[in-house]
Nanobody, 123 residues
């Protein structure tokens, strides 16, 4: 498996919940920070949640308090629990590594991405 495999998306009403799951190869997962990204129609891909190998987490302000990211290092799995969903959360969600340095945190390059999973929140 070269690319991450995301699952768990779907159609949900505003205020509802979903749980996304991602399985990544050891090459991707390894000792890297892992993150969930999303791309809304016509928009740029953005990082919404990050988890370090030790389990420390960080969230974009737009999802803080509503989304929870977690990882299982033994199984190379990353989950994203989403609650109080809003129509503006509608996007394709991807998981992948997050490469951080003193210059900031950056996503992998093109060609490293899975198909993502579609999340649609109706109002």
């Amino acid at each position: 498996q070269v690319h991450p495999v995301e699952s768990g998306g779907g159609l949900v009403q505003s205020g509802g919940s979903l749980r996304l799951s991602c399985e990544a190869s050891g090459t991707i997962f390894g000792g890297n920070n892992m993150g969930w990204y999303r791309q809304a129609p016509g928009g740029e891909r953005e990082l919404v949640a990050t988890v370090t190998p030790a389990g420390s987490t960080n969230y974009d302000d737009s999802v803080k308090g509503r989304f929870t990211i977690s990882r299982d290092n033994a199984k190379n799995l990353v989950d994203l629990r989403m609650s109080s969903l809003k129509p503006e959360d509608t996007a394709v969600y991807y998981c992948n590594a997050v490469y951080c340095s003193r210059l900031g945190c950056f996503p992998p390059g093109p060609g490293s991405w899975g198909l993502g999973t579609q999340v649609t929140v109706s109002s």
